[in-house]
């Protein structure tokens, strides 16, 4: 079984800075992509920034610049983390960290997301 835990959240002050990781553990063979997303209140889930098992990275056009997505260093990805800076009263929202993960040596993957953890930007 895979699990994914999620830690970081908090309440942060509009300009602040704020870390979420995300840690995979359990039986998989390896990670494909590790990804955060987004929901705030009242509004569909969005994708946040997407990292590869290779490093390769990308991001939504509301947090370029701002949000900066990394892996471990380690051989075997399990972990992601979210550097959040300049975060504003538009980024309190619930953040879940999804997995692609690879359960043996074919290709073959599936989706996991984790509980979420909650971000708050003050007005």
């Known amino acids: 079984q895979v699990q994914l835990v999620e830690s970081g959240g908090g309440l942060v002050q509009p300009g602040g800075s704020l870390r979420l990781s995300c840690v995979a553990s359990?039986?998989?063979?390896?990670?494909?992509?590790m990804a955060w997303h987004r929901q705030a209140p009242g509004k569909e889930r969005e994708l946040v920034a997407v990292?590869?098992?290779?490093?390769?990275?990308?991001?939504a056009d509301s947090v370029s610049g701002r949000f900066t997505i990394s892996k471990n260093n380690a051989r075997r990805m399990n972990t992601v983390y979210l550097q959040m800076g300049n975060l504003k009263p538009e980024d309190t929202a619930v953040y879940y960290c999804?997995?692609?993960?690879?359960?043996?040596?074919?290709?073959?993957?599936?989706?996991?997301w984790g509980q979420g953890t909650l971000v708050t930007v003050p007005s």
């Open positions: 999804k997995a692609d993960y690879f359960y043996d040596a074919f290709d073959r993957y599936l989706e996991l």
């Open positions: 359990g039986n998989f063979y390896s990670i494909k992509a």
């Open positions: 990292i590869t098992s290779d490093g390769t990275t990308n991001y």
